[in-house]
C-alpha cells in the first residue's frame, strides 16, 4: 500500500488518527474484517485515497449482530440505573466536545465541508444530542390506565426498549447521523449495530473509540465500515435484530423496508425531501433571501431537507432571484480545510456526476441559469458551484427529483395563485419539509397548517434542535427522530392489568 500523506493543515491529533490503523468495534474490541478487505476513503477535495477501513461482509454483521444481541438478552444494559445509562452518554458527550476541533478535521476531511461550520454545527448538535438524551434515560415512564371494564382492575403501561436495533446512516453528517439514532436508542436501553457511510467512515470510528473509553458495556454498541450491499443490506434483514432505522435515499428505504419483511422488524426511515421555501411579498426581503439562499446552500444542499423548491411570489420574484443569484456568486468554493472555504466539495464523484448531470438536464429542457452552471473552474474535486435555475416548469426532472445538491429551482406565483400555491408545494412524493416567509402571523399559520410535511419553519429554515421531532410525511419516510416523539422508535408498549 502506498504511504499516504494526511492533508498538512489538520492538527496533530487527526493527523495521527487518520494515519493510524482503522478498526472496526464489535463486542467492545477493535477488530479487522473478517475477511482482512479493506477499501479506500477519499478526500472530496481532491479525489485522493486518505486512508483505508475495514470492509465488513456479512459475517462481521453476524458477529456484530450476536454481540448486541448477548448484551441485549443478558439483561445487564436493560437493568442498569437508568441514572447510569444517562451517565454514560452524558460521558460521552463531555468526551466528544473536549474533541470538538478534531471531529470538526474529520468531517471536513472526509465529507468535504467547511471545518469553520463542521466546528459550530455538527460537533456540538452531536454534544448536544447525547446530553439532550441522556437526561430522557430517566424519563421514559408508562402510564396507569382507568378500564371501563370494571373497577376492580389495576392497568398500566411499561415502555421496554425494543431489543437489538440496526442503525444505518448516510454521509451528509456523518458524526451528526450517529448520535440522532445512537443516542436515543441508548437512552431507551437498547443495543446497537451502527453501520456507517461508506464515504465518509471516519468520524464514527473515532466516536467508536470515545464509546469504548466512556465505559459502555461490551456489545452494547458496534460499528461497522462497509458497503450497502455488502454489510447494509445483510443487517438490514438479519433476523436477531428487532428494528431497522434508517437515513438515506427513498430508493434504498424501499430496500430496506423489503429486507425487514422477513422477520417483521420495525423499521423507521428518514428519507428524500424536495422542500419548499414559500416567499410571500410582505416578507422581509432580506432576511427571506439570506434565509432562503442558506436553505438550498447550506450543507452544499446535501440535505434532504434542502429548501431545493423556491416560490416566490411575482411582485417580489425579480428581487428575490436577484438576491439569491448574487449570495450563490459570492459564496467562497474552496478545500473544507481552508480557512477561506465556505462551501467545499460535493461528498464523491458519485453525486458530482449526479449533480451536474440535473443541472444540464434543466439546462436542456429549458430553465434559465442565474447564478452557478456545470463548470466549476476546479481541476480537482469534486466541486459545483450554487446553482439557481428559473424558466422552469413543474414536470421538469430538477423540479420533481431530489437532487441532494446546491441546485435551487425559483418559480413565481400570482396573487391568483396564493391558494393554489400550498397544493403546488404539496405537489410531490416528498414532505420532509417547508419554510415559509412572510410577516402575516395568519398566513404563517394556516400555510403551516395545510402543508404536507414533517417539518415546516416560518421566517427560517434548516433550525434543528435536539428537542424538536423531525421526520417525513409521505414518502420522506417513517417515524420521527429526536425529541420525546424519538422514544417511540426504540420502544414498546406494554400493557399489564392485574385482577384485584
Ligand atoms: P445516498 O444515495 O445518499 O448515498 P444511500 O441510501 O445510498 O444514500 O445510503 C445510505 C446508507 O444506506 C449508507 O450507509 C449505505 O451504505 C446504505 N445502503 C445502501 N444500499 C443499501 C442496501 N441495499 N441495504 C442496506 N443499506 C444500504
Not at 52 to 76: I, K, S, T
Not at 141 to 150: F, K, M, N
Given at each position: 500500500?502506498?504511504?499516504?500523506?494526511?492533508?498538512?493543515?489538520?492538527?496533530?491529533?487527526?493527523?495521527?488518527?487518520?494515519?493510524?490503523?482503522?478498526?472496526?468495534?464489535?463486542?467492545?474490541?477493535?477488530?479487522?474484517?473478517?475477511?482482512?478487505?479493506?477499501?479506500?476513503?477519499?478526500?472530496?477535495?481532491?479525489?485522493?485515497?486518505?486512508?483505508?477501513?475495514?470492509?465488513?461482509?456479512?459475517?462481521?454483521?453476524?458477529?456484530?449482530?450476536?454481540?448486541?444481541?448477548?448484551?441485549?438478552?443478558?439483561?445487564?444494559?436493560?437493568?442498569?440505573?437508568?441514572?447510569?445509562?444517562?451517565?454514560?452518554?452524558?460521558?460521552?458527550?463531555?468526551?466528544?466536545?473536549?474533541?470538538?476541533?478534531?471531529?470538526?478535521?474529520?468531517?471536513?476531511?472526509?465529507?468535504?465541508?467547511?471545518?469553520?461550520?463542521?466546528?459550530?454545527?455538527?460537533?456540538?448538535?452531536?454534544?448536544?444530542?447525547?446530553?439532550?438524551?441522556?437526561?430522557?434515560?430517566?424519563?421514559?415512564?408508562?402510564?396507569?390506565?382507568?378500564?371501563?371494564?370494571?373497577?376492580?382492575?389495576?392497568?398500566?403501561?411499561?415502555?421496554?426498549?425494543?431489543?437489538?436495533?440496526?442503525?444505518?446512516?448516510?454521509?451528509?453528517?456523518?458524526?451528526?447521523?450517529?448520535?440522532?439514532?445512537?443516542?436515543?436508542?441508548?437512552?431507551?436501553?437498547?443495543?446497537?449495530?451502527?453501520?456507517?457511510?461508506?464515504?465518509?467512515?471516519?468520524?464514527?470510528?473515532?466516536?467508536?473509540?470515545?464509546?469504548?473509553?466512556?465505559?459502555?458495556?461490551?456489545?452494547?454498541?458496534?460499528?461497522?465500515?462497509?458497503?450497502?450491499?455488502?454489510?447494509?443490506?445483510?443487517?438490514?434483514?438479519?433476523?436477531?435484530?428487532?428494528?431497522?432505522?434508517?437515513?438515506?435515499?427513498?430508493?434504498?428505504?424501499?430496500?430496506?423496508?423489503?429486507?425487514?419483511?422477513?422477520?417483521?422488524?420495525?423499521?423507521?426511515?428518514?428519507?428524500?425531501?424536495?422542500?419548499?421555501?414559500?416567499?410571500?411579498?410582505?416578507?422581509?426581503?432580506?432576511?427571506?433571501?439570506?434565509?432562503?439562499?442558506?436553505?438550498?446552500?447550506?450543507?452544499?444542499?446535501?440535505?434532504?431537507?434542502?429548501?431545493?423548491?423556491?416560490?416566490?411570489?411575482?411582485?417580489?420574484?425579480?428581487?428575490?432571484?436577484?438576491?439569491?443569484?448574487?449570495?450563490?456568486?459570492?459564496?467562497?468554493?474552496?478545500?473544507?480545510?481552508?480557512?477561506?472555504?465556505?462551501?467545499?466539495?460535493?461528498?464523491?464523484?458519485?453525486?458530482?456526476?449526479?449533480?451536474?448531470?440535473?443541472?444540464?438536464?434543466?439546462i436542456s429542457e429549458g430553465a434559465k441559469?442565474?447564478?452557478?452552471?456545470?463548470?466549476?473552474?476546479?481541476?480537482?474535486?469534486?466541486?459545483?458551484?450554487?446553482?439557481?435555475?428559473?424558466n422552469t416548469n413543474?414536470?421538469m426532472?430538477?423540479?420533481?427529483?431530489?437532487?441532494?445538491?446546491?441546485?435551487?429551482?425559483?418559480?413565481?406565483?400570482?396573487?391568483?395563485?396564493?391558494?393554489?400555491?400550498?397544493?403546488?408545494?404539496?405537489?410531490?412524493?416528498?414532505?420532509?419539509?417547508?419554510?415559509?416567509?412572510?410577516?402575516?402571523?395568519?398566513?404563517?399559520?394556516?400555510?403551516?397548517?395545510?402543508?404536507?410535511?414533517?417539518?415546516?419553519?416560518?421566517?427560517?429554515?434548516?433550525?434543528?434542535?435536539?428537542?424538536?421531532?423531525?421526520?417525513?410525511?409521505?414518502?420522506?419516510?417513517?417515524?420521527?427522530?429526536?425529541?420525546?416523539?424519538?422514544?417511540?422508535?426504540?420502544?414498546?408498549?406494554?400493557?399489564?392489568?392485574?385482577?384485584?
Amino acid at each position: 500500500m502506498a504511504t499516504l500523506t494526511v492533508d498538512p493543515r489538520v492538527s496533530g491529533a487527526t493527523a495521527e488518527f487518520v494515519s493510524s490503523r482503522h478498526l472496526m468495534y464489535i463486542d467492545g474490541r477493535f477488530v479487522h474484517a473478517a475477511s482482512g478487505k479493506t477499501f479506500p476513503v477519499y478526500n472530496p477535495a481532491t479525489g485522493d485515497v486518505i486512508t483505508h477501513v475495514p470492509e465488513a461482509e456479512e459475517e462481521d454483521v453476524n458477529r456484530a449482530v450476536l454481540a448486541a444481541r448477548r448484551a441485549f438478552d443478558d439483561g445487564q444494559w436493560v437493568r442498569m440505573a437508568p441514572s447510569a445509562r444517562g451517565r454514560l452518554l452524558w460521558k460521552l458527550a463531555d468526551l466528544i466536545e473536549q474533541n470538538n476541533d478534531e471531529f470538526a478535521e474529520l468531517e471536513s476531511l472526509d465529507n468535504g465541508k467547511p471545518f469553520s461550520v463542521a466546528r459550530v454545527a455538527d460537533a456540538p448538535l452531536t454534544v448536544d444530542m447525547f446530553r439532550y438524551m441522556a437526561g430522557w434515560a430517566t424519563k421514559i415512564s408508562g402510564s396507569t390506565l382507568p378500564l371501563s371494564a370494571g373497577y376492580d382492575f389495576h392497568s398500566y403501561t411499561l415502555r421496554e426498549p425494543i431489543g437489538v436495533v440496526a442503525q444505518i446512516i448516510p454521509w451528509n453528517f456523518p458524526l451528526l447521523m450517529a448520535a440522532w439514532k445512537l443516542a436515543p436508542a441508548l437512552a431507551c436501553g437498547c443495543t446497537v449495530v451502527l453501520k456507517l457511510a461508506e464515504q465518509t467512515p471516519l468520524s464514527g470510528l473515532r466516536l467508536a473509540q470515545l464509546i469504548d473509553e466512556a465505559g459502555f458495556p461490551p456489545g452494547v454498541v458496534n460499528v461497522l465500515t462497509g458497503y450497502g450491499e455488502g454489510a447494509g443490506a445483510p443487517l438490514a434483514a438479519h433476523d436477531l435484530v428487532d428494528k431497522v432505522a434508517f437515513t438515506g435515499s427513498t430508493e434504498v428505504g424501499k430496500l430496506i423496508v423489503k429486507a425487514a419483511a422477513g422477520n417483521l422488524k420495525k423499521v423507521t426511515l428518514e428519507l428524500g425531501g424536495k422542500s419548499p421555501a414559500i416567499v410571500f411579498p410582505d416578507a422581509r426581503i432580506d432576511q427571506a433571501i439570506a434565509g432562503t439562499a442558506s436553505a438550498i446552500f447550506f450543507n452544499h444542499g446535501q440535505c434532504c431537507c434542502a429548501g431545493s423548491r423556491l416560490y416566490v411570489h411575482e411582485k417580489v420574484f425579480d428581487q428575490v432571484v436577484e438576491g439569491v443569484s448574487h449570495v450563490a456568486e459570492e459564496i467562497k468554493l474552496a478545500p473544507g480545510l481552508d480557512p477561506a472555504c465556505q462551501m467545499g466539495p460535493l461528498v464523491s464523484d458519485e453525486q458530482y456526476q449526479k449533480v451536474i448531470g440535473y443541472i444540464e438536464s434543466g439546462i436542456s429542457e429549458g430553465a434559465k441559469i442565474t447564478a452557478g452552471g456545470p463548470v466549476s473552474g476546479f481541476e480537482r474535486g469534486y466541486f459545483v458551484r450554487p446553482t439557481v435555475l428559473t424558466n422552469t416548469n413543474p414536470g421538469m426532472k430538477v423540479v420533481q427529483e431530489e437532487i441532494f445538491g446546491p441546485v435551487v429551482c425559483a418559480v413565481p406565483f400570482s396573487d391568483e395563485d396564493v391558494d393554489r400555491i400550498v397544493k403546488r408545494a404539496n405537489d410531490t412524493v416528498y414532505g420532509l419539509a417547508a419554510s415559509v416567509w412572510t410577516q402575516n402571523l395568519s398566513l404563517a399559520h394556516k400555510v403551516a397548517r395545510s402543508l404536507r410535511a414533517g417539518t415546516v419553519w416560518v421566517n427560517c429554515h434548516n433550525v434543528f434542535d435536539a428537542s424538536l421531532p423531525f421526520g417525513g410525511y409521505k414518502q420522506s419516510g417513517w417515524g420521527r427522530e429526536m425529541g420525546e416523539e424519538v422514544l417511540h422508535n426504540y420502544t414498546e408498549i406494554k400493557a399489564v392489568t392485574v385482577a384485584l
